[in-house]
């Protein structure tokens, strides 16, 4: 998942709720770029006033003016509609993980083996899962307590790759979710002495859980979204004007030592 589909889906939601908000914003943002691209020309002539816009410092304001600054109000506006986007993006997730065959056996073979490491339970009659087992036996504290974490880990894992960006900003506590985990694992047990827990309730359990808090922390992506688009605009528009105004001083420099060059000679 990547910003571009993000907000793709948040400017289609902005355009089909709101849609004369979403002109006057593009226009709105269209006649601040072009404004700007016309102090632009003039901007260079506060120090130099012969000064002209070069064939590249043209191309920049016209991107600035055409391309940036007219998706800029868009974008910050349909941030808005990140909420439920979002949200879907994450239960989708939620949904398409714990349905996942290939990642439920890799982590089920994962856990087979990790347990059977600690050498605390008896795994005769639980056969690996090349043979077909299904089950892990669980009947001591250390091996209930690896399961979970095991599973917690597996599943932020595959979150935060698929969800690189999100990840950085909001992530779900690890211990939150192992610890469900294991409480379910106790429960469960207690309910059903004998019986070996089923791994995939507890991946259910997992992937539920980090979903639930993952919801709760989205309305921090939506204010750090809008802040770096604000630092964005303020970054470009540095580069350009700095830029010009460099340009400007250097030819300045460059025409009064011609100057004083005439004036020796």
């Known amino acids: 998942i990547n910003l571009f589909s993000i907000f793709s889906s948040t400017n289609i939601l902005l355009i089909d709720h709101e849609r004369v908000l979403y002109a006057e914003l593009l226009v709105s943002g269209l006649a601040l770029g072009l404004g700007l691209w016309v102090f632009a020309a003039f901007f260079g002539r506060l120090f130099y006033k012969p000064y002209q816009l070069t064939i590249g410092q043209h191309i920049l304001c016209g991107f600035l003016a055409v391309l940036l600054t007219p998706s800029i109000p868009?974008?910050?506006?349909?941030?808005?509609?990140?909420?439920?986007?979002?949200?879907?993006?994450?239960?989708?997730?939620?949904?398409?993980?714990?349905?996942?065959?290939?990642?439920?056996?890799?982590?089920?073979?994962?856990?087979?083996?990790?347990?059977?490491?600690?050498?605390l339970e008896d795994f005769t009659t639980y056969p690996a899962p090349e043979q077909g087992g299904k089950l892990i036996p669980l009947t001591k504290l250390e091996s209930r307590i690896k399961s979970s974490q095991i599973i917690s880990d597996d599943a932020i894992e595959n979150f935060n790759l698929n969800f690189p960006f999100i990840s950085t900003v909001i992530g779900a506590t690890q211990n939150v979710s192992a610890e469900k985990v294991n409480k379910d694992v106790n429960e469960y047990l207690n309910l059903h002495p004998g019986t070996a827990y089923p791994i995939d309730r507890g991946v259910q359990l997992a992937v539920m859980q980090i979903s639930t808090e993952l919801e709760t922390q989205i309305s921090h992506v939506i204010l750090l979204i809008r802040l770096l688009l604000i630092f964005k605009i303020i970054i470009w528009y540095g580069i350009c004007f700095g830029w010009i105004a460099y340009d400007s001083l250097k030819k300045i420099q460059i025409h009064s030592s011609h100057s004083s060059v005439s004036k020796n000679s």
């Open 74 to 119: 868009t974008i910050y506006a349909s941030a808005a509609y990140l909420k439920p986007s979002l949200a879907a993006m994450i239960l989708n997730w939620r949904d398409s993980l714990v349905q996942n065959k290939a990642w439920n056996d890799q982590q089920f073979k994962r856990q087979y083996y990790e347990i059977k490491k600690l050498g």
